[in-house]
């Protein structure tokens, strides 16, 4: 039978699992510092991110998704950022922003889920390994605080495995229709104990892995929710932020520069509710692959290969792009369409997390990316 407070949990879980799974994770480990990764789902075309303004062939290359960089803001003679990425750019000029551009995972071909499998896992072909990259990094971190929490649907690939991670608000529920969640709110409006429940859940379903919907609100308010999970006393270390919306096959002018202003504000909201725990941060943004570097007939970009990867935070030794670039000339370009990889993802994220969590890195890069035995370790990412 089902009354009014049992149906105000399983209801609330329903409507997390609607739009919401914000997809957020989160890992305890036995140190102040933070870890934050932002996934960027669909690939997102570090071109039209970061821009290498500087390349003789980008106008041409580019096209109308060039123009867009007229009001782009110059890191240096060879790189912008897309204008709506202004908060991030204050992060740039205060040394707090890290990017490295023509990255990519060692997987080579076009399939989103594989691409992502191989990112998340930390393999070097899609599902090789069956946990994840984040979950091994539990296991390298302090055992006594090896609890771990996810805030989705479901547990992101790359906090899956041995560490045991629990869900937030998991569910398999089916979607509740908007008159349905309408009709609830009217029944608990009199009573002041569910009310505020249903209130509390029906506002998280608001936020969305869609960064672009309401102005880059909803993605605001998601990065203020992690940050606050983030600073309990007894709360994560770790967390994991999923953003979907970067397949932009068609109209990609607006709708990418959509999406940057809501991660730019996501990423804003985060700084802002850290507070001096930002000193202690580093956050990685990075996508499963790039896009092509021509625009296509519908005014949008074709799956690719190298993108760009984003390192973020106080604790980052920034304000600078780190890029052994190929060049956009047609002969330069990966399998004659593609921005060409130069640099391996896998070392980015390997030399981060070592650096970041003072992990040994000769035991951190096989325990994470396990067929990377050779990779070269970067230094001098972090603050000293």
Do not use: C
Not at 113 to 120: G, K, P, R, S, T
Not at 132 to 157: C, F, H, Q, S, Y
Not at 190 to 197: G, I, K, R, Y
Not at 291 to 315: E, I, M, P, Q, Y
Request: no cysteine.
């Amino acid at each position: 039978m089902l009354n009014r407070r049992n149906f105000v949990v399983t209801g609330a879980a329903g409507a997390l699992s609607l739009g919401f799974a914000p997809r957020l994770a989160f890992a305890k480990a036995a140190t102040d510092k933070r870890f934050v990764f932002i996934i960027q789902r669909g690939a997102a075309d570090g071109l039209g991110t970061l821009a290498p303004v500087g390349d003789p062939a980008f106008a041409a290359q580019r096209g109308a998704l060039a123009e867009e960089f007229a009001q782009g803001i110059k890191l240096d003679s060879m790189f912008a950022l897309h204008p709506n990425l202004k908060n991030v750019a204050q992060l740039y000029a205060s040394k707090e922003a890290l990017f490295f551009h023509a990255v990519a995972s060692p997987y080579r071909d076009r399939s989103h889920f594989d691409a992502q499998n191989v990112l998340e896992t930390g393999g070097t072909s899609a599902y090789q390994l069956k946990d994840g990259w984040l979950n091994r990094l539990l296991a390298v971190l302090p055992d006594e605080e090896r609890k771990a929490i996810a805030v989705a649907a479901t547990i992101p690939m790359a906090m899956r495995g041995k560490v045991e991670v629990t869900s937030y608000a998991p569910s398999v529920l089916p979607d509740a229709s908007d008159d349905l969640l309408a009709r609830v709110t009217t029944l608990y409006a009199e009573d002041p104990q569910l009310h505020a429940l249903w209130q509390q859940a029906t506002a998280t379903r608001t936020l969305t892995s869609d960064l672009g919907a309401n102005g880059g609100r909803n993605a605001a308010a998601t990065g203020a929710l992690a940050a606050k999970l983030l600073t309990a006393g007894n709360g994560a270390r770790i967390a994991m932020i999923e953003t979907g919306g970067w397949d932009t096959h068609a109209g990609q002018r607006g709708r990418l520069g959509n999406q940057l202003n809501g991660l730019d504000q996501m990423i804003a909201s985060l700084k802002t509710g850290l507070g001096p725990l930002w000193s202690k941060t580093m956050v990685l943004v990075a996508t499963e692959f790039g896009r092509t570097v021509k625009v296509n007939g519908t005014g949008g970009t074709d799956h690719g290969t190298a993108s760009v990867a984003w390192l973020l935070g106080g604790a980052v030794k920034g304000g600078r792009v780190a890029a052994d670039w190929p060049g956009l000339a047609d002969a330069a370009l990966y399998e004659a369409r593609d921005l060409k990889p130069t640099t391996s993802l896998d070392t980015v994220i390997g030399s981060a997390v070592a650096s970041h969590f003072a992990i040994d890195p000769q035991r951190a890069m096989p325990a994470l990316f396990p067929d990377q035995k050779s990779a070269k370790v970067i230094d001098g990412l972090i603050r000293a």
